[in-house]
């Protein structure tokens, strides 16, 4: 039993000298390029261009997919003023679904504005923000593209949200703003 135990031994000292590395000997890898990616640089030299170095940026004029469309007034008081007076809803009457901008309204504006634009949203009733007002306010000549300017920019306190809204949504939110407005200004 002792002679095999130091058998045992013998070999295991063995077996961790010998697989100790050898630094001198080359490495093998499995799969090489996942350790080393082939890289590419936006500003690196290109057959695809005549100059052989160019921005490799997107035709003027294009749209990115997905659908985003620029947005041209700026996120100043200008750009504000400008958007109040001139900007206007692409959708026509057969394009707004008063349903889906109830839904959108409840989601993203009802918790601050209220359900009924009132301003005496759950928040505001729980004093969590305040200075929320009415769409009815006397003060507060609001027009198509005044609302679409503040949920794409925010304003005040209240934050952006073209990031959870797209185009089309933030259009049907402004028409159902809009028909609050009616209804709290009878």
């Not at 093998?28 to 261009?49: G, L, V």
């Not at 692409?90 to 209220?114: A, F, N, W």
């Not at 769409?135 to 027009?143: C, E, H, L, Q, V």
Request: charged share 25%; glycine share 8%; hydrophobic share 30%.
């Amino acid at each position: 039993m002792k002679t095999l135990l130091k058998y045992n031994l013998l070999a295991l000292i063995v077996i961790s000298l010998s697989s100790c590395k050898d630094n001198a000997s080359r490495n093998y890898q499995y799969m090489p390029n996942m350790y080393e990616p082939i890289s590419y640089e936006a500003y690196q030299e290109s057959d695809a261009f005549a100059n052989g170095v160019e921005a490799q940026v997107p035709a003027e004029g294009t749209v990115p997919r997905g659908g985003f469309m620029p947005y041209e007034f700026k996120d100043t008081n200008e750009g504000y003023e400008s958007a109040k007076a001139t900007l206007k809803s692409p959708m026509d009457s057969t394009q707004i679904d008063y349903d889906r901008g109830k839904e959108l309204y409840d989601v993203y504006c009802g918790i601050c504005h209220g359900t009924k634009g009132a301003g005496q949203g759950k928040l505001v009733k729980r004093e969590k923000i305040l200075g929320v007002p009415s769409y009815a306010d006397a003060g507060r000549a609001i027009t198509t593209g005044s609302i679409y300017h503040v949920i794409y920019y925010g304003k005040n306190s209240m934050g952006s949200y073209a990031n959870q809204l797209n185009e089309e949504e933030r259009w049907q939110v402004v028409a159902y703003v809009e028909k609050l407005k009616a209804e709290l200004e009878k």
